[in-house]
């Protein structure tokens, strides 16, 4: 009979716990979870979990743009099409992200291509919880608004890379002119390519991911055949970022035809280009869209300013006039003309900050270390190293 009391009781008190529970459990969930309207949005895990063809509201972080179904690309964005939202900002597993459809209406203010700003922003769409890409998706959207709220550092920060190993040991823990010192010790003397060479070297570093067929252009973004290089109208032809006149290495074997700094670009546009230093402003390209001139200076597309910051910077690091070799460095100034100068500074600076890392250019740099130069650019593996130097 003390027994069967015994269970009551201990059932009694577990009912009881149960009742008060319930409704704290409850609270905690719906506190959580939208409605799917304007003012109380869905997250994207539950816009995931509910693609049944209704209109509903989500909010949730700008993570890149979507190509397939399984691929979303954090740079180099091919149009303003679509774009990729997560609950984090910093997510790179797609099964958590929700594949935006842009209508045509949104797109120039929207779209990746236009506004690469966008990545890591907090936004609410209106649309259909329908499949994009065979993903889960939100299309024919009627409302978009930017609500801000990106918790990028103003550095970039570094990713980890497994493949470096120590090869930044000795750079570990200085800064200013002595960390200066120790990575141009660590990738000075690269296994040097000819000038010849670099056209079979840039069709891998600089492949389409999404076309193994094409080589990306870097002012106009333009995917483009691999075979199409040469000097006529809209073929691609070898861009000297560091311009070769200002030093005036040319294409010797060296700075002349070093991949960290040689990119594939349009004929036309890198005409145009010449040997101007990097700031911001002038006028449009006709047609390099969002690449901007004057007569002292050129400013890339977005996309890309990062990848012209981080390859100056390089270049100043690798080449410091021993050696043999031309002493290039970076200065606030444009119109350096012959000078081993390349700016401006100030302005470099800005752009490695507004445009992060990307996966285009971790590729880039492991494919030069393991193919062709052995040697890395410093700046892509840590970001943070431009500040420690220059500011």
């Known amino acids: 009979m003390v027994k069967n009391r015994n269970v009551c009781l201990l059932f009694s008190w577990i009912l009881i716990v149960f009742i008060l529970i319930q409704p704290l459990q409850s609270t905690v969930t719906n506190a959580a979870a939208g409605d799917g309207s304007w003012s109380t949005p869905y ?3 539950q816009a995931i979990s509910n693609q ?29 099409y679509a774009l990729a939202i997560a609950d984090n900002a910093n997510e790179t597993n797609t099964a958590n992200m929700i594949y935006v459809q842009i ?29 994009y890409f065979s993903h889960p998706g939100l299309k024919n959207s009627t409302a978009f608004e930017v609500m801000g709220g990106s918790p990028a550092d103003p550095e970039p920060t570094p990713t980890p890379n497994p493949s470096t190993g120590a090869y930044y040991d000795a750079a570990i823990g200085k800064t200013g002119a002595a960390l200066k010192s120790a990575l141009h010790n660590i990738i000075d003397d690269h296994t040097e390519i000819s000038y010849s ?5 840039l069709r891998e570093t600089d492949e389409d991911p999404n076309n193994s067929n094409n080589v990306i252009l870097l002012y106009t973004g333009r995917s483009q055949s691999k ?84 390859m100056l910077f390089y270049m100043a690091v690798r080449y410091e006039g021993d050696s043999g070799e031309l002493d290039l ?26 445009d992060p890392v990307d996966n285009f250019e971790r590729t880039r740099n492991e ?23 220059w500011e």
């Open 43 to 45: 997250s994207v895990s």
């Open 52 to 80: 049944n063809n209704s209109t509903k509201t989500v909010q949730g972080y700008v993570v890149g743009q979507p190509t397939s179904t399984t691929t979303v690309l954090t740079g180099s964005f091919p149009n303003d």
């Open 103 to 131: 209508p045509t209406s949104f797109r120039s203010s929207y779209g990746l291509k236009s506004n690469p700003s966008l990545m890591g922003e907090s936004v609410k769409i209106t649309g259909a919880l329908s499949a």
């Open 197 to 201: 060479n670099v056209w079979t070297a």
């Open 227 to 310: 075979f199409t290089n040469g000097g006529n109208v809209n073929d691609w032809n070898r861009e000297h970022v560091w311009a070769k006149s200002h030093g005036g290495f040319g294409t010797s074997m060296g700075a002349g035809t070093d991949l960290h700094h040689l990119r594939p670009t349009d004929v036309s546009v890198n005409g145009t280009r010449s040997n101007l230093d990097f700031d911001n402003g002038g006028n449009e390209h006709s047609e390099a869209s969002g690449n901007y001139y004057d007569s002292d200076s050129w400013e890339p597309r977005d996309s890309v300013k990062g990848d012209v910051a981080r």
């Open 329 to 354: 460095e970076l200065n606030n100034q444009v119109n350096n003309g012959t000078a081993p100068y390349h700016g401006k500074l100030s302005v470099l600076l800005q752009w490695h900050k507004q």
């Open 367 to 389: 494919i030069i270390y393991t193919d062709y130069q052995h040697n890395r650019n410093p700046f892509i593996d840590h970001p943070e190293w431009a500040s420690a130097i």
